[in-house]
């Protein structure tokens, strides 16, 4: 986690403080940014700890809300049980599950909203990074040698473009802002990220 609750004792049980989060993901993304501006050497050079930093940054955040949500409605000695199941889940899936769990199913994502494919292709790079496959092609050559074999192109390092990693981090801040704001602020309103599904409910009952 990046984030951390500082417990108080009150007349009436046991509080917690205001949380306050660690920005550091945040900062060293857009470093990182600035970095990759020097050309497709830098990006191919850089990428690969953006995207590392930017899904790490992306998941603590999620765990640190899912934390806040269950322990407000848990309880200290309830939540701790809870949420270790919640954030052993995957990033793609965690926050699907975020938004409906926050929400009490008031709420759950829009699957063709484009914030949320940015998301999801987020991931998937980020998956092919750190799990990669041994991918090869033979490419044949005219004379009569051994084929040579050769890297995958389809490896995120060679498609991968400044351009696409500020796509990437402008949809986890546009979660942050469309979402856990608004969760911060008490009061969540459909928007092109979020789909109200109460209405519905009530509807097919």
Same mark, same amino acid.
Not at 37 to 53: A, M
Not at 54 to 72: A, M, R
Not at 184 to 189: E, F, L, S, W
């Given at each position: 986690?990046?984030?951390?609750?500082?417990?108080?004792?009150?007349?009436?049980?046991?509080?917690?403080?205001?949380?306050?989060?660690?920005?550091?993901?945040?900062?060293?993304?857009?470093?990182?940014?600035?970095?990759?501006?020097?050309?497709?050497?830098?990006?191919?050079?850089?990428?690969?700890?953006?995207?590392?930093?930017?899904?790490?940054?992306?998941?603590?955040?999620?765990?640190?809300?899912?934390?806040?949500?269950?322990?407000?409605?848990?309880?200290?000695?309830?939540?701790?049980?809870?949420?270790?199941?919640?954030?052993?889940?995957?990033?793609?899936?965690?926050?699907?599950?975020?938004?409906?769990?926050?929400?009490?199913?008031?709420?759950?994502?829009?699957?063709?909203?484009?914030?949320?494919?940015?998301?999801?292709?987020?991931?998937?790079?980020?998956?092919?990074?750190?799990?990669?496959?041994?991918?090869?092609?033979?490419?044949?050559?005219?004379?009569?040698?051994?084929?040579?074999? /050769?890297?995958?192109?389809?490896?995120?390092?060679?498609?991968?473009? @400044?351009?696409?990693?500020? +796509?990437? #981090? &402008?949809?986890? !801040?546009?979660?942050?802002?469309?979402?856990?704001? /608004?969760?911060?602020?008490?009061?969540?309103?459909?928007?092109?990220? @979020?789909?109200?599904?109460? +209405?519905? #409910? &009530?509807?097919? !009952?």
């Amino acid at each position: 986690m990046k984030a951390y609750i500082e417990y108080c004792t009150t007349k009436d049980g046991v509080d917690y403080s205001k949380w306050v989060p660690s920005i550091h993901y945040d900062d060293i993304c857009k470093h990182l940014l600035t970095l990759m501006k020097g050309g497709r050497q830098k990006v191919f050079s850089l990428g690969t700890p953006f995207i590392l930093t930017l899904v790490t940054g992306f998941e603590s955040n999620l765990n640190d809300w899912l934390v806040i949500d269950t322990f407000e409605k848990h309880g200290p000695a309830n939540y701790e049980a809870l949420v270790s199941g919640y954030v052993l889940v995957g990033p793609k899936q965690k926050f699907r599950l975020a938004v409906s769990v926050m929400t009490d199913n008031a709420f759950q994502v829009r699957e063709n909203s484009s914030l949320v494919k940015d998301l999801d292709e987020l991931i998937d790079v980020r998956n092919q990074l750190v799990h990669p496959k041994p991918r090869f092609y033979y490419r044949i050559s005219k004379h009569k040698v051994k084929p040579k074999r /050769q890297r995958a192109e389809d490896h995120p390092l060679f498609y991968l473009k @400044l351009g696409d990693c500020k +796509r990437y #981090l &402008r949809a986890v !801040k546009a979660l942050d802002r469309m979402f856990f704001s /608004q969760y911060d602020r008490g009061t969540i309103k459909e928007n092109n990220l @979020l789909k109200e599904i109460t +209405r519905i #409910l &009530r509807e097919t !009952k």
